[in-house]
């Protein structure tokens, strides 16, 4: 059992930068392949970026690669999402989560989501 809890996240202008992080309880962190996904409102939840176990590994969607940039600790069970460069259509319900496999849909735990508003 692995439990999620995001932060980091804000009101933000256009052009600037947040860094979202998800703690992680559980001594099996890092086991688990992490991902970030997002949510705004009215759409459905779509995958952002993702991250192997080891952390060598890395994943990021078109609309965020060379802007945002995933990473973990494992040392301190926490996983991260530097987002630089933000966009308006970047607002949206940002949620991290944790699975078995390296992907963009199957995860196993989720966390309750961070809130980031990106204004023009």
């Known amino acids: 059992q692995v439990q999620l809890v995001e932060s980091g996240g804000g009101l933000v202008q256009a052009g600037g930068s947040l860094r979202l992080s998800c703690a992680a309880s559980g001594r099996t962190f890092s086991r688990y392949h992490m991902g970030w996904f997002r949510q705004a409102p009215g759409k459905e939840r779509e995958f952002v970026a993702t991250?192997?176990?080891?952390?060598?590994?890395?994943y990021y969607a078109d609309s965020v690669k060379g802007r945002f940039t995933i990473s973990r600790d494992n040392a301190k069970n926490t996983v991260y999402l530097q987002m630089n460069s933000l966009k308006p259509e970047d607002t949206a319900v940002y949620y991290c989560?944790?699975?078995?496999?390296?992907?963009?849909?199957?995860?196993?735990?989720w966390g309750q989501g961070t809130q980031v508003t990106v204004s023009s």
């Open positions: 991250i192997s176990w080891s952390g060598v590994t890395t």
């Open positions: 989560a944790a699975g078995s496999s390296f992907s963009t849909v199957d995860y196993d735990y």
